[in-house]
């Protein structure tokens, strides 16, 4: 009998009715055969309003005791759901993360998983039992609760999917697959069948949103089959795994994009072993996210900078720059608001040249103005005005063979 | 340095202004040179919300997952009091019940603690830190979460003081203390200095509901010194322990009263070794609790059976008697509602054997109608009409010496 792990994230349990639901697709994956692990997060908003009790005391919370506060929010839900699957006939127990055996380092607030005791886990299973696990959370050697940051849950359910040795790992979520671009935007957007962890993890970090990097890269390290699916519609998802068997042919396999991006240039700084360094150390001690950066030559042997980041730093970064500016000696420093980044990911990329200079072709032919570019070995981005983002994605998108086909919408209606 | 224990209930913690004044509360006696031990309960009505999320989901919750429900209430108030320690400059820290060491039988939602292991506690009170205990849990032998029952944050506070020799358990109430009598009802009730473990435990069994008869037991059983006090007001409150030492010239040291009671009698049951087995077999079965029982013999050698209940098990109970008709070979059964049980309890009565006499005289006197009656070694109840309860109630007060004197007022005046 084959182990499956499943992880429904807040929205997903945002209620009791949304609870029931879950137990029902739980109860399937017993009715079929399978020895099933779910992994659940917090119901819907209730993690926020923790966080809202603990800001009415203090406005700097313990680290500790904020764990210790918020894993609450999982260990509610995990006990929902088996009063559901009991309701639905279905013997089931309920783990927090130190019953699940889940051990972290003696962090708190973003602890790694360093090891998983699954006897106790097993026993249930062998006993027949759905078992439900509270994610995000574990604890660490010395007894302490921690928690493992932003997409704990997905991780929890990797994790725990590697060390069962499980079939595959299903993350259920509110949107039905991995799509090669943001459907909201990109109206040809269509689910990808398949997506190699790589191009998921660029994606992931582009702000694709549907599953957390971390997540990702566990399960790329321990070769999990993830399954991106919808917890509401009962259609066929996205597979993550090494090799995406489908649609080889395409070179690119996704598109994504990033609103409110800032390109900020420091001018005419000295050419100096120590520039760069100096210059990013500034920026990094205040927790400020630099993307791109491009380093260019003047005629009279200065350096040019330019760099990208959200746009929300602006104030803060040009203030720091201001203040440094007798260490850093620049000449000046200027920015351009209202960009946006767009980037195509593919693992064809690696061995095909042209995908670059396809894509710079493709925006010119649109006349959007290119400000910066980084590439990757399956990434390309390109920093360009906010106004022609969308515009630049759907030409993309097209030019690059990811529009939804006629003969795959019938199949998508026919599976729903 | 001394250890005490202190435990704040549900309406002291229910919202982040109070858990700011609990906090004060602890800094205070940290900082009189304590080692501060706190345990605490869910806020306010938190309980009663997890309580109506599993009500929306099944009529029949399953007790492992409830008490897995229920303990993250205690979970959350115990981290939100550590940050508003934190917040005065206090180091502290919060513990689960298993991580506190509270073991448990393997039942779930009225378990009872088999051992402590305190060495956790212990360690952190070594470094000067407040610690905070979820009250109400623990963990069984196998790692389950179980919950320890009505009253179970008193008791797991006592236990906790018996575990760690603590010098006392102060449980902080809405109350200022423990009261001759229900100064709601009775104007001229007083708080007592002191009070005998086994006169408490009367008077919690009797509804006073100031501390759980399960914590007093306990404390009897440790030999822990309680003292219930107010969490409200910074007033001296009432001791519990072995010998009280004030006031022992009082026979009576308290009075208790309870509503809602009905008197119901079986007429001629066969005069057999197994009559009163068989009909109060057919109750216990269905959870309906029989207080005072009387038997009595008929002139032609049957039984009559009167037993008083609470009014709201009148219907089910009626019905109970009338469906086993044939089985038990009554020959009628009668009930008289709007009764009610006032008693008098004091350890003094042992050696005065005139106090019940004296109670049928002062009601007598009041021509208050006594339905039934019963004694143990330091109390006597006696069961009146409803009307008559508090009419009935103040001339006893009174008459055994409980009023409030003009001199003790005084002195309650200058200590608040």
């Known amino acids: 009998m084959a182990t499956i792990v499943q992880k429904f994230g807040g929205t997903s349990v945002g209620d009791t009715d949304k609870i029931k639901r879950v137990a029902k697709r739980i109860k399937q994956g017993m009715d079929e055969g399978h020895s099933v692990v779910t992994v659940v997060s917090a119901m819907g908003k209730s993690t926020d309003k923790l966080v809202e009790l603990a800001d009415e005391i203090t406005d700097n919370p313990d680290p500790r005791e904020m764990d210790m506060l918020l894993t609450t929010g999982e260990q509610v839900t995990i006990s929902l759901v088996v009063m559901a699957l009991k309701e639905l006939g279905v013997d089931a127990v309920s783990l927090t993360g130190w019953q699940a055996g889940i051990v972290t380092e003696e962090v708190h607030q973003d602890a790694r998983i360093t090891d998983i005791n699954t006897s106790t886990l097993e026993g249930h299973?062998?006993?027949?039992?759905?078992?439900?696990?509270?994610?995000?959370?574990?604890?660490?050697?010395?007894?302490?609760?921690?928690?493992?940051?932003?997409?704990?849950?997905?991780?929890?359910?990797v994790a725990l999917a590697a060390a069962l040795e499980a079939e595959?790992?299903?993350?259920?979520?509110?949107?039905?697959?991995?799509y090669t671009s943001d459907p909201r935007y990109v109206k040809k957007a269509r689910q990808l069948g398949s997506i190699s962890y790589d191009e998921m993890l660029e994606l992931a970090h582009l702000g694709a949103g549907v599953l957390h990097p971390r997540a990702v890269e566990f399960a790329k390290n321990y070769n999990v089959k993830l399954v991106v699916r919808s917890s509401m519609e009962n259609v066929e998802g996205t597979i993550v795994e090494e090799e995406a068997t489908m649609e080889q042919n395409l070179t690119v396999r996704g598109l994504a994009f990033d609103k409110n991006v800032t390109k900020v240039t420091v001018e005419r700084l000295p050419n100096h072993y120590d520039t760069m360094s100096n210059l990013f150390k500034l920026l990094a001690e205040e927790g400020i996210n630099v993307d791109i950066i491009i380093q260019q030559m003047t005629a009279d042997h200065g350096v040019n900078?330019?760099?990208?980041?959200?746009?929300?730093?602006?104030?803060?970064t040009l203030d720091l720059i201001h203040g440094a500016k007798e260490t850093l000696c620049y000449s000046e420093v200027r920015h351009e608001s209202s960009q946006s980044k767009v980037s195509i990911v593919g693992s064809g990329m690696?061995?095909?040249?042209?995908?670059?200079?396809?894509?710079?072709?493709?925006?010119?032919?649109?006349?959007?103005?290119?400000?910066?570019?980084?590439?990757?070995?399956?990434?390309?981005?390109?920093?360009?005005?906010?106004?022609?983002?969308?515009?630049?994605?759907?030409?993309?998108?097209?030019?690059?063979?990811?529009?939804?086909?006629?003969?795959?919408?019938?199949?998508?209606?026919?599976?729903?």
């Open 305 to 316: 900078v330019s760099f990208s980041i959200d746009s929300g730093n602006l104030g803060k």
């Open 350 to 416: 690696i061995s095909n040249p042209g995908v670059a200079a396809d894509m710079f072709k493709v925006l010119a032919e649109e006349e959007v103005a290119i400000k910066m570019v980084s590439t990757s070995e399956i990434a390309v981005s390109a920093v360009v005005p906010e106004k022609d983002m969308i515009r630049a994605s759907e030409a993309l998108h097209t030019y690059f063979g990811l529009d939804e086909k006629e003969q795959e919408k019938i199949e998508l209606a026919k599976q729903a």
């Open 125 to 157: 299973l062998n006993d027949g039992k759905a078992v439900l696990v509270a994610g995000f959370q574990g604890v660490s050697e010395d007894g302490n609760i921690t928690t493992l940051g932003r997409g704990g849950s997905d991780t929890t359910a």
């Open 168 to 178: 595959s790992c299903s993350i259920f979520t509110d949107v039905t697959g991995v």
